[in-house]
């Protein structure tokens, strides 16, 4: 029994030894450079980029790219032609690589476009090419991701679902400014986001009427969270008027550059002040008591948040001497604010 448990250990850690010596061994070079990009050195950044990417996939063993290049001033090969069929196999007899990883740069008009390709050091051939474009120079970077992703088989939607799942695994601290429409203000906005928990503090501290909200959010699927609010309103429309509410609902994340609120619930006391100061009750009842937003992040780092908040306290007229003027104090408020995030650690 012994023997055969001691066999099949030795069986598995062959399997494992030969699974991990199955990895082709690659080299990537430097990217032929056809004209000038607008980034200096264009042809060993991008190499440089491929070479990050090709190590986080861990499809392939990489072989360093500044060896490669030192192979290539030692043979004499000139990067415009060192790939034809017979330069490939000569780098890999060499440098016993098993493929080579390489393209080209170009731009014309505005947009800029890189080519790559993997080749096949033993026999020459191509075996797998990939494009990609863009106007935007600040881009650049981000599709020679996707390039060295579909080098891999990885398409542009596959490797949109692994950054969806990778962002979420990070804790993000997102701050922002903005304004309050109605009543005017200034607006400051602070979260912390992680996959399975949302944290917030916002308000409008400076304006003709001021606001503070707590509130988080669990998470209980990785797109629907629950939770609950709790804030302060000061109105100076009045002589002063205030109240305090809590507020419970769902947050709803489609995709992780969007997200929805939804919160209901409503004023548990307040206060105004006319000629006397008078404590009134609070008021139970949607639609008077909700708040709704609404997040769009344009990339990595920039969005925007729109929120709106409606808290409304009961009758006043029997409650409150000398305010005829309406039956009920309602405080609206509408603001925006940009928002830049940056994560601050991942698990």
């Given at each position: 029994m012994k023997k055969i448990v001691l066999s099949m250990i030795f069986i598995t850690l062959c399997a494992l030894s030969f699974a991990q010596s199955e990895k082709l061994r690659v080299g990537v070079v430097q990217f032929e450079?056809?004209?000038?990009?607008?980034?200096?050195?264009?042809?060993?950044?991008?190499?440089?980029?491929?070479?990050?990417?090709?190590?986080?996939?861990?499809?392939?063993?990489?072989?360093?790219?500044?060896?490669?290049?030192?192979?290539?001033?030692?043979?004499?090969?000139?990067?415009?032609?060192?790939?034809?069929?017979?330069?490939?196999?000569?780098?890999?007899?060499?440098?016993?690589?098993?493929?080579?990883?390489?393209?080209?740069?170009?731009?014309?008009?505005?947009?800029?476009?890189?080519?790559?390709r993997i080749i096949n050091a033993t026999s020459g051939k191509i075996l797998k090419t990939a494009s990609v474009s863009t106007d935007d120079i600040d881009q650049v970077e981000h599709?020679?991701?996707?390039?060295?992703?579909?080098?891999?088989?990885?398409?542009?939607?596959?490797?949109?679902?692994?950054?969806?799942?990778?962002?979420?695994?990070?804790?993000?601290?997102?701050?922002?400014?903005?304004?309050?429409?109605?009543?005017?203000?200034?607006?400051?906005?602070?979260?912390?986001?992680?996959?399975?928990?949302?944290?917030?503090?916002?308000?409008?501290?400076?304006?003709?009427?001021?606001?503070?909200?707590?509130?988080?959010?669990?998470?209980?699927?990785?797109?629907?969270?629950?939770?609950?609010?709790?804030?302060?309103?000061?109105?100076?429309?009045?002589?002063?008027?205030?109240?305090?509410?809590?507020?419970?609902?769902?947050?709803?994340?489609?995709?992780?550059?969007?997200?929805m609120m939804l919160l209901i619930g409503g004023a548990l006391s307040g206060t105004i002040w006319t000629q006397y100061e008078v404590k009134v009750d609070g008021y139970w009842s949607f639609p008077s008591n909700f708040s709704i937003s609404g997040t769009y992040y344009f990339n990595e780092n920039f969005g925007v948040t729109v929120r709106y908040l409606n808290t409304q306290l009961g009758n006043l007229i029997a409650q409150v001497p000398y305010f005829t003027d309406t039956d009920e104090y309602i405080y609206r408020q509408l603001s925006i604010s940009v928002l830049y995030r940056f994560p601050i650690a991942e698990f």
């Open positions: 450079e056809k004209n000038n990009i607008g980034i200096q050195n264009a042809g060993t950044i991008i190499a440089e980029w491929v070479v990050t990417e090709v190590k986080k996939i861990d499809l392939f063993e990489v072989e360093e790219r500044l060896l490669l290049e030192k192979v290539l001033e030692e043979q004499e090969l000139s990067l415009s032609n060192v790939f034809d069929e017979t330069k490939a196999i000569k780098i890999g007899q060499l440098y016993s690589v098993d493929a080579i990883i390489t393209g080209a740069v170009s731009k014309f008009g505005s947009k800029i476009s890189v080519t790559g599709e020679v991701t996707l390039l060295t992703n579909e080098l891999c088989d990885i398409s542009r939607e596959e490797f949109q679902i692994k950054e969806d799942i990778r962002k979420r695994e990070l804790i993000q601290l997102v701050v922002g400014a903005g304004g309050s429409i109605s009543p005017l203000g200034l607006e400051a906005v602070m979260r912390v986001n992680y996959r399975w928990l949302d944290l917030w503090v916002l308000g409008i501290p400076v304006g003709y009427g001021q606001n503070i909200e707590f509130g988080g959010f669990f998470n209980i699927l990785t797109f629907v969270g629950v939770g609950a609010a709790f804030g302060m309103t000061f109105d100076n429309d009045y002589d002063y008027a205030g109240t305090n509410y809590i507020l419970f609902g769902i947050q709803f994340k489609p995709r992780v550059d969007m997200e």
